[in-house]
């Protein structure tokens, strides 16, 4: 079975780092595109970043130059590195799997459960 | 950066509703355009894709058609499980973009 399961959320000063991972188990994450949506206390999803089976990566306006997605293929590990954060990405990060297949993709088709990232003094 | 626009914000309905939730994209996006559902506390679940093609093991009272700007999800007969927020999101140009969300609560 497809699981993803997110881990390193918590509270952190404005200004601080952090960094999310994604163990994902069912599937190899390496040979897929990946990618992070967050979503703030109350509000609607927001995509975040995706990493392209070949290594590119895409970001969101609001996290780009802050934030780096990356991968770890021997642990099957999707990560997202967030610097310099700000209040505004108090959210639940999830990742998910984007399906990509010779008839077209299927973004998100797999979801983790989340994990709460807060950004505040 | 595309914006999408759902319509209603939120609606109420009774089990046995047909109910329709409008997407439009602020230009043309194909059918590069997927539907979730959310219950509170949840992830999101993909429901369809491609605008109108099924999730693999979504049932068939969910239905969604469109191209171009202007999309549409359906749910043929609501049942308890389905209240829920509905998304739709455009995949075709990024950034990706989700709409704001469509609230069915039971009337």
């Known amino acids: 079975d497809v699981q993803m399961v997110e881990t390193g959320g918590g509270l952190i000063q404005p200004g601080g780092s952090l960094r999310l991972s994604c163990a994902a188990s069912?599937?190899?994450?390496?040979?897929?595109?990946m990618s992070w949506v967050r979503q703030a206390p109350d509000k609607g999803l927001e995509w975040v970043s995706i990493?392209?089976?070949?290594?590119?990566?895409y970001y969101a306006d609001s996290v780009k130059g802050r934030f780096t997605i990356s991968r770890d293929n021997s642990k099957n590990t999707l990560f997202l590195q967030m610097n310099s954060l700000r209040a505004e990405d108090t959210a639940v990060y999830y990742c998910?799997?984007?399906?990509?297949?010779?008839?077209?993709?299927?973004?998100?088709?797999?979801w983790g459960q989340g994990t709460l990232v807060t950004v505040s003094s | 950066d595309i914006q999408m626009t759902q319509s209603p914000s939120s609606l109420s309905a009774s089990v046995g509703d047909r109910v329709t939730i409008t997407c439009r994209a602020s230009?043309?996006?194909?059918?590069?355009l997927a539907w979730f559902q959310q219950k509170p506390g949840k992830a999101p679940k993909s429901l369809i894709y491609?605008?109108?093609s099924l999730q693999s093991g979504v049932p068939s009272k969910f239905s969604g058609s469109g191209s171009g700007t202007d999309f549409t999800l359906t749910i043929s007969s609501l049942q308890p499980e389905d209240f829920a927020t509905y998304y739709c999101?455009?995949?075709?140009?990024?950034?990706?973009?989700f709409g704001q969300g469509t609230k069915v609560e039971i009337k």
């Open positions: 998910a799997r984007v399906l990509t297949l010779s008839s077209g993709w299927r973004p998100f088709d797999y």
């Open positions: 069912g599937f190899t994450v390496s040979n897929n595109y």
């Open positions: 990493i392209y089976s070949s290594g590119n990566t």
């Open positions: 230009q043309g996006i194909n059918n590069n």
């Open positions: 491609a605008a109108s």
């Open positions: 999101q455009q995949y075709n140009t990024y950034p990706w973009t």
